[in-house]
């Protein structure tokens, strides 16, 4: 069940029992996957420890290309990173969640002519994310993205794009100085 899809842990009880996740961790390791927790849905899921091999004849079922990386990992930002660090309140209905058109604007050149819808689609029936009522929302398994460092990883993207923008800012103010000047 595991390998393919999340099964809730209260199904699972025994995997709260360190023994027993210890031996399922081996087994799924002898086989090139891990076993992941996902405290917000409280579900496990089994995946694999690195990328997917190209393996002739071989279609994954979700292979997740340019496009769909694009969408979870400003997901994830969005929907995990941002609120978990205060920087983004969440709405008053407390679940956090982004527009569809501003995902499209974000990331319009990143999706290579590849639509949004069909890349939401498709990593809504993954389980990553979940449509509702025209908004995106964190899925059961958006949070099994959080690896060791992807936290620390992110602080730094985000203090570096602050940083761009107060120079870009800056470069601006002076222009507009100089102009002035100029004109005088």
């Known amino acids: 069940m595991l390998l ?3 099964v809730a842990a209260a199904d699972v009880p025994e995997l709260g ?3 027993t996740r210890d031996e399922v961790r081996r087994r799924l390791g002898e086989a090139g996957c891990e076993l992941v927790y996902s405290p917000a849905s ?3 899921l089994a995946r694999l420890d690195g990328p997917v091999p190209e393996l002739e004849g071989h279609d994954p079922v ?3 290309g340019t ?3 694009a969408v979870l990992a400003t997901c994830w930002l969005h929907l995990r990173f ?3 660090e205060g920087a983004v309140q969440p709405p008053s209905s407390g679940e956090a969640w982004v527009d569809p058109d501003d995902l499209a604007e ?3 050149a990143r999706l290579n002519g590849t639509g949004l819808p069909s890349v939401l689609e498709r990593l809504a029936r993954a389980g990553y994310l979940t449509l509702r009522e025209g908004r995106v929302e964190a899925g059961p398994l958006l949070d099994t993205l959080d690896e060791p460092g ?3 990883q992110a602080r730094g993207l985000v203090a570096r794009h602050q940083r761009l923008a107060h120079l870009r800012r800056r470069a601006a103010e002076l222009d507009g100085g100089e102009q002035d000047v100029a004109q005088d």
Do not use: K, M, Q
Request: charged share 25%.
């Open 4 to 6: 393919v899809g999340s």
């Open 42 to 44: 409280e579900r496990w």
């Open 17 to 19: 029992e360190p023994e």
């Open 150 to 152: 992807a936290a620390d």
């Open 67 to 69: 496009a769909e990386l």
């Open 82 to 84: 941002l609120p978990g």
């Open 62 to 64: 979700l292979a997740l």
């Open 106 to 108: 974000l990331l319009g």
